[in-house]
């Protein structure tokens, strides 16, 4: 059995294996009737005026997320920013993407915010990110949680599992090599020291 799934939901099914601590996110979507930014761009925003992190005219990206005749600008807000109520974030938002954009964002309409107080492992010092993937034979674990709090990590730990698993079965050394993975992933430990 390979359990590819967040940390809570594998803790749930492997009992005994390590939960991490998390970092919360938020993210918010404002419509406006213009765009305030003519061209696809990712903006980083951090740097102490304000809770965005970075903020992007999401329609310019993805128009079929976007209601009609509107304009979609989304924004993310990390630490612990993102934990405060929801009108107080709008806020606090809207100041400094108007500080950002160059507009005025009185105008804009809050269409949603999504509040996840689990969205990213915390990857405290000292960080292993490689954690062991194979707990035995038969059984194995992948995620962000088993290697850094990326989409990238989680991928480099599925890829961990699957030679892993290709190993305990037998396959050739090299069957499912990816020059760019850099780990074997073979090595195991008991679920509940995991
Ligand atoms: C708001 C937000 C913004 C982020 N931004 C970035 C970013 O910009 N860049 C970046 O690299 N990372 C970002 N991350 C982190 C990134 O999304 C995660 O690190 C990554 O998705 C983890 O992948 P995963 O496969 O470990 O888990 P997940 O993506 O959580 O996938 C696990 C899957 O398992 C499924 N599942 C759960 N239980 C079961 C079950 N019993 N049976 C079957 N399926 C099950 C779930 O439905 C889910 O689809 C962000 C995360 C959040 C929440």
């Given at each position: 059995?390979?359990?590819?799934?967040?940390?809570?939901?594998?803790?749930?099914?492997?009992?005994?294996?390590?939960?991490?601590?998390?970092?919360?996110?938020?993210?918010?979507?404002?419509?406006?009737?213009?765009?305030?930014?003519?061209e696809p761009a990712?903006?980083?925003?951090?740097?102490?005026?304000?809770?965005?992190?970075?903020?992007m005219v999401?329609?310019e990206v993805?128009?079929?997320?976007?209601?009609?005749?509107?304009?979609?600008?989304?924004?993310?807000?990390?630490?612990?920013?993102?934990?405060?109520?929801?009108?107080?974030?709008?806020?606090?938002?809207?100041?400094?993407?108007?500080?950002?954009?160059?507009?005025?964002?009185?105008?804009?309409?809050?269409?949603?915010?999504?509040?996840?107080?689990?969205?990213?492992?915390?990857?405290?010092?000292?960080?292993?990110?490689?954690?062991?993937?194979?707990?035995?034979?038969?059984?194995?674990?992948?995620?962000?949680?088993?290697?850094?709090?990326?989409?990238?990590?989680?991928?480099?730990?599925?890829?961990?599992?699957?030679?892993?698993?290709?190993?305990?079965?037998?396959?050739?050394?090299?069957?499912?090599?990816?020059?760019?993975?850099?780990?074997?992933?073979?090595?195991?430990?008991?679920?509940?020291?995991?």
């Amino acid at each position: 059995m390979l359990v590819a799934t967040g940390a809570h939901d594998a803790a749930e099914l492997l009992p005994g294996l390590r939960v991490p601590a998390f970092h919360p996110v938020t993210v918010t979507h404002h419509t406006a009737d213009r765009p305030p930014l003519s061209e696809p761009a990712l903006i980083l925003a951090a740097g102490g005026r304000g809770p965005v992190a970075h903020t992007m005219v999401a329609s310019e990206v993805d128009p079929s997320r976007t209601p009609p005749g509107r304009v979609l600008i989304t924004s993310t807000v990390l630490g612990a920013s993102a934990a405060l109520p929801a009108a107080e974030l709008d806020r606090a938002v809207r100041a400094q993407l108007a500080a950002v954009y160059g507009t005025s964002t009185a105008g804009w309409e809050l269409l949603a915010t999504h509040h996840d107080p689990y969205a990213v492992p915390a990857m405290p010092a000292p960080h292993d990110p490689r954690r062991p993937v194979r707990l035995l034979s038969g059984l194995y674990v992948c995620g962000d949680h088993r290697d850094s709090s990326t989409v990238q990590g989680a991928l480099a730990s599925g890829r961990r599992a699957a030679r892993a698993v290709l190993s305990d079965f037998g396959a050739p050394p090299d069957a499912g090599s990816d020059t760019t993975a850099g780990n074997t992933g073979t090595n195991s430990v008991p679920a509940a020291a995991a």
